[in-house]
């Protein structure tokens, strides 16, 4: 198990233009389940990518365990990577592509049984040792990557969207099963992800990219409820979180936290809207909205309602809403980094 | 909704210019050689007497033809041995991005390209007995002396040598060009993963890579086979066979005995013996082309 730490790590794929990676400072924990979370384009694979040793940085260092690992080939950083299309050895079987790591790493081949059986089994695919990749559901053939991957016992697990491959429906479970196996081995891992329900769910930290720098770094409640900037307070959460133009600052609060009024407890700011449009979604409501008062007047929120509460929206209608103080998040217009709060004059 | 009978016609029309030129120039001429392997033409006969097997008997016989047989394969096996080793080294090195890859891309096309005639004579000069530039160079690095330089086209196993070089190096581009195809067909992902996996160059090379292009390797093989085993081109410019028939292949003592010698029977008779061998080879390379993508 190890530690790894990025210093000052920057990628320039074509000199002269934007970095695809700029100037990023990391250290996870040891153990930990970090998640990479961007829109793409943002650089988070290319980030993954030079931690593997895949691709060599501009500028900057890798450490793993503590040492600088960045001129080391991949095979000499004793990681293992799950790719997005699980790039599965096609010509081998699944015994023979789980067995291949071990074989390249000089295992003794005594050993090589039982690893590959104990492997298999974490992974639930001990009875699919003989076939070959092609004859294998997309949710088998990402087990088989994974058990090539933790079969020669890696101090870190590098996977790259290894879900996005799967239906919505295995997505999920495969969700959970990742969270358990992390648990059960316990090594250090780095997940990238463009989908910001599994960065919520699997993350013990979330690094938040966009466009090559780190927006934010925190645990999920953070990065959701306390939003370094405006940036990640929209690209977190949907739908997005509601940003008001409020003379120089942008007040911004989620949609499951504008309410009607009556059901808004404590001090609150009272928001009049005229609804535009709901949408029913079996278990909540989402309606869109414009705020009816002077000086907002025509700005668009959106609002997240549990479908238990009966509103009686309908389009058109003028309503009372209001948000509690403590869940305004104020933010600099000009930078959109998180500013101090303050209590709000409104309307 | 059938087809209308005008556009039947069409497609007829549109279909026959290539039917009429597999009748003409392929069917015809292999249903020619057919029925004169099995008579007793020569050039200027008028009748056709039914010999049944006599040529192939005779063939068979004559030493020359057991020679050119076993020529034939050493020149077909020794030049595709070449060629496939050579070409799979080739497609690594151009398979990455480098500056002048398009240059370099279009001198190793080039031999395929020109025409073989062209090649060859630069060849036959190369080679010659008394203007070589090899033995020029060699003679200049004091490797051999002034007057006992190597006959490359004058000595029998360096004819046969040399005659395989020159094959190799025309059938070199070709070969690459497909390998090349398969190579850049293997998504990045799959040597990356190798690369984290622990494997390192050779070991990614032949585990890897080498057995996912085995398809498309087989292909160019059976090509490759097929055009250098039905090929006198080079045999013929460079040695006419000789020196003594030490360089004689099936196709070249066709020719010589057909239509040089005259007797278009016996010549028939040699080459249609080509053609057993030649489907039993394409059988096999389809069969392993199959086998390697099912499995």
């Known amino acids: 198990m190890a530690t790894v730490e990025a210093r000052g790590i920057t990628k320039v794929f074509t000199q002269g233009e934007r970095g695809a990676v700029n100037d990023v400072n990391l250290l996870t924990r040891e153990g930990e389940f970090m998640v990479f979370l961007g829109p793409s384009g943002s650089g988070k694979t290319t980030l993954l990518r030079m931690i593997a040793g895949l691709e060599d940085p501009t500028a900057g260092d890798i450490l793993i365990g503590g040492q600088v690992v960045t001129h080391l080939a991949p095979r000499d950083r004793r990681i293992a990577m799950v790719f997005q299309s699980y790039a599965l050895y096609p010509h081998l079987s699944v015994y023979n592509n789980i067995a291949f790591p071990l074989k390249a790493q000089g295992v003794p081949k005594e050993q090589h049984e039982d690893k590959v059986r104990w492997a298999a089994e974490l992974l639930g695919i001990g009875a699919l040792l003989q076939r070959k990749p092609r004859e294998l559901s997309g949710g088998e053939r990402q087990r088989v990557a994974l058990a090539r991957a933790i079969v020669r016992e890696p101090t870190v697990f590098l996977l790259d969207e290894p879900l996005s491959n799967l239906d919505a429906k295995l997505r999920a479970s495969a969700r959970e099963e990742l969270t358990q196996f992390h648990h059960r081995v316990g090594t250090t891992t780095i997940y990238v992800t463009h989908d910001q329900i599994e960065a919520m769910a699997m993350g013990d930290r979330i690094v938040v990219l966009h466009e090559g720098y780190v927006r934010q770094v925190g645990s999920p409640r953070e990065v959701y409820d306390d939003p370094a900037d405006t940036f990640v307070a929209t690209f977190l959460g949907s739908p997005p979180m509601n940003l008001i133009d409020h003379g120089d600052v942008l007040v911004g609060f989620r949609p499951e936290h504008l309410l009607p009024r009556d059901m808004v407890p404590g001090p609150a700011v009272a928001i009049g809207v005229r609804v535009t449009g709901v949408e029913y979604l079996g278990s909540e409501r989402i309606l869109y909205a414009l705020i009816d008062r002077d000086r907002f007047a025509e700005q668009k929120v959106v609002a997240k309602l549990p479908a238990t509460y009966e509103t009686g929206a309908v389009d058109g209608r003028a309503m009372e809403f209001a948000v509690a103080e403590r869940n305004l998040r104020f933010f600099d217009k000009t930078t959109g980094k998180r500013a101090a709060s303050r209590s709000l004059t409104w309307g | ?295």
């Open chain 2, 1 to 295: 909704m059938g087809v209308s009978r005008g556009a039947e016609r069409l497609g007829i029309a549109m279909f026959a210019p290539a039917l009429i030129y597999i009748f003409a120039l392929v069917g015809t001429p292999l249903f020619l050689a057919f029925l004169y392997s099995v008579g007793d033409v020569t050039v200027g006969s008028v009748g056709y007497r039914f010999v049944g097997l006599e040529n192939f008997a005779s063939v068979l016989q004559n030493p020359t033809f057991r020679g050119a047989l076993w020529h034939s394969f050493l020149f077909t096996v020794g030049a595709q041995l070449i060629v496939i080793i050579c070409a799979n080294m080739l497609a690594l090195a151009l398979v990455d991005r480098f500056r002048g890859r398009g240059l370099v891309r279009f001198f190793i096309l080039l031999p395929w390209v020109a025409p073989i005639s062209l090649g060859a004579i630069g060849w036959k000069w190369i080679l010659d007995s008394i203007y070589s530039v090899i033995n020029w160079a060699l003679v200049k690095l004091h490797l051999v002396g002034p007057f006992d330089t190597p006959m490359w086209l004058g000595e029998s196993s360096l004819a046969m040598m040399s005659v395989i070089m020159v094959h190799a190096w025309r059938m070199l581009p070709f070969s690459t060009v497909i390998l090349l195809a398969g190579l850049t067909a293997i998504p990045k992902d799959i040597p990356e993963a190798a690369a984290v996996d622990g494997a390192g160059f050779w070991r990614t090379h032949f585990q890897i890579t080498l057995p996912m292009m085995a398809p498309i390797i087989n292909v160019a093989v059976l090509f490759g086979v097929i055009f250098t085993f039905t090929d006198m081109t080079v045999v013929y410019i460079l040695t006419r066979g000789g020196p003594y028939d030490s360089t004689q292949v099936l196709p070249s003592l066709a020719f010589f005995t057909g239509i040089l010698g005259g007797d278009l029977a016996e010549g028939a008779a040699i080459s249609v013996f080509l053609v057993p061998i030649l489907v039993v080879i394409a059988w096999l390379m389809l069969r392993l082309a199959h086998r390697a993508e099912v499995v």
